[in-house]
């Protein structure tokens, strides 16, 4: 899930801010029965890696957080008007290498524009939680998260993590991929084409992502591809039903 400040106008920037959105996500996972698997807060918009056998549990998850951090935040500021730029965006995400893939895109997020070098340097990251560095009131529910990106260990999800990730910030693996909140659902081809099909969207509907790579590396590794598919308004609608 994507949600930005209304105008892109920078209403997380401080803090305190970002970490009283934190604890409201906190309360989110206590009273629906929505899993967090991921968060960044940036100073202007919002990722979440969610997951919940009913879609509706998200969809009222969100529509607690999103309301009643915008209402908190303008009581507070004695400021009036939206908060939020419209209706969040939302994207299925198959499990396994396409979750990891997703993941840490999102980890990246302050570290491809420039203002930290480690996602750890970043509050408002997820990072010491996915990290396993942090026992203590966590939000993430990472046994999940590891089974769904499918390792069989803490140790070789940890491991995994941590090297994947300082790889990638060495590699310069910071190139921006917008169809991860542009489009209905990202996977293989396979699996998108079923997402496809449910809501009567051809194949020809479907796109292959770039790699993740930024080319600017020699090493060269094999990975698998992922697809994407895009749709309007009744599309998010249609997938909605058909979920």
């Known amino acids: 899930m994507t949600h930005r400040c209304h105008d892109r106008k920078f209403l997380l920037k401080f803090i305190g801010d970002r970490r009283r959105y934190i604890e409201l996500l906190r309360q989110m996972s206590r009273s ?3 899993d967090i698997l991921g968060y960044m807060v940036t100073s202007n918009h919002v990722h979440l890696l969610l997951w919940a056998r009913d879609p509706a549990e998200i969809s009222e998850g969100l529509r607690f957080l999103e309301g009643t951090a915008a209402q908190k935040y303008n009581r507070r500021k004695g400021r009036s008007g939206s908060f939020w730029s419209g209706r969040y965006k939302s994207t299925l995400i198959q499990d396994g290498f396409h979750l990891g ?5 999102i980890d990246l997020n302050m570290v491809r524009n420039g203002q930290v070098d480690h996602p750890r340097e970043w509050f408002g990251s997820s990072y010491v939680e996915t990290s396993g560095k942090r026992k203590r009131s966590l939000i993430v529910n990472r046994d999940l998260l590891i089974r769904k990106t499918g390792h069989s260990s803490e140790e070789e999800f940890t491991s995994w993590y941590e090297n994947t990730l300082k790889e990638k910030i060495r590699r310069k693996e910071l190139a921006r991929e917008p169809f991860w909140s542009e489009s209905l659902a990202v996977g293989d081809k396979e699996w998108v084409s079923g997402i496809a099909s449910r809501i009567h969207l051809g194949k020809k509907e479907l796109s292959r992502a770039e790699p993740s790579s930024s080319g600017k590396s020699l090493k060269v ?5 992922s697809y994407y598919v895009k749709g309007g308004k009744r599309s ?3 997938l909605s039903r058909a979920l």
């Open 101 to 105: 893939r997703c993941m840490f895109y």
């Open 32 to 34: 629906y029965k929505v």
């Open 236 to 238: 998010n609608q249609a």
């Open 221 to 225: 590794r094999e990975e698998p591809a």
